[in-house]
């Protein structure tokens, strides 16, 4: 007798493990691709697991892919085994939207129009906007205490920017920091009414500002050689305190609240002959043309674009939101916050060509004498 309730009890468990193996078994499975740190991912997962809750039907199979992400997705993509849903931005949307590998979406309502319109292509919508990428200056507000300098504001011009960085520098420290990549210095050209293009970039202003961004670092000093940031990245110097302003975006925040030792704070890009120019992008969520569920996949990004979960994402000091009814400011570092979505009004959208990655790089080949 014991041993036939012994049996009954195997048989029992048994039929309830397939039982729960068949029902996870029925479930659709969206593949979701995206890139991110660890602060990223940390915010990503349990919205992920909310949204597998919610839709108990629906099962999410996260592919992270932190590095070389786009040559990745490019061979998923060629060998037709791309994801569902894919995370993508500005810059390698019209790759994919021209070659027609992304389902056209609806576009929503709510959100900012310049979000929409840098993730769109020949005017349809490819990616619901998850948020906005902007520049502005982080400054060491204890160093500029300490030097008794004013705070920039938002009135400051090319010459007041360089006389802050000239007064910041000293055998310690630099006033500004130096990148190479486009991202960085476009501003620099916006400002003054250039840009980067083959047919922008031989223009009296874009020339007259590369020259201007150059001295920063060759003529005038106040921006560190290679040389002299070592092995340091300019994001670290700026933690160290050897760098007075640091030109970045939003995806600082998180490590600036969770690292910096000193008080700080953010400004607007300082006025060219044009006004205050910067670059903007966006990111958001794609749906594969080739995707088997893409009535799923929808509903997974309409989730994901929802105000609560853009919340959720701003909150964590990580985007700049791309929903007009999520705001920035939460109390916590920077106090200015609010630049981020003031200079949205007046920023210009990366001017993003199919072959935009091969004119990039052909130009940082060409500057990199300039710039050493």
Known sequence: MKIQKLLCTILTICVLFLCGCSQNDNRTVIQFASWGSKSEIDILKPILAEFEHENPDIKIDFMHIPQNYFQKIHLLFASNTAPDVIFINNLYLPIYANAGVLEELKTPEGFYPQAINALSWNGKLYAIPRDVSDLVIYYNKDLFDKKQIPYPDGSWDFQKFLETAQKLTDKDTFGINFEEKPLYYLPYLMSNGGGILPDEINKPES????????????????????????????????????????????????????????????????????????????????????????????????????????????????????????????????????????????????????????????????LESMFN
């Open 207 to 366: 020339q007259q500002s590369l020259r201007f961004y150059a001295d920063l670092r060759k003529k005038y000093h106040v921006a560190p050689l290679k040389s002299e940031s070592a092995s340091a990245t300019t994001a670290q110097m700026f933690l160290q305190e050897r760098l007075g302003m640091y030109l970045s975006g939003r995806w600082m925040v998180p490590k600036f609240r969770e690292e910096c030792r000193f008080d700080w704070d953010v400004v607007r890009f300082p006025k060219g002959t044009k006004g205050s120019i910067v670059s903007l992008d966006a990111s958001g969520w794609a749906v594969s043309k080739y995707s088997h569920h893409k009535k799923e996949a929808q509903k997974f990004i309409d989730y994901l674009s929802s105000k609560e979960i853009c919340e959720k994402f701003t909150q964590s000091g990580l985007i700049v939101p791309a929903r007009l009814d999520v705001s920035i400011e939460d109390g916590k570092k920077p106090a200015h916050a609010r630049v981020f979505t003031d200079i949205i009004k007046d920023a210009k959208p990366t001017p993003v060509t199919v072959d935009y990655n091969e004119i990039t790089d052909k130009l940082n080949k060409k």
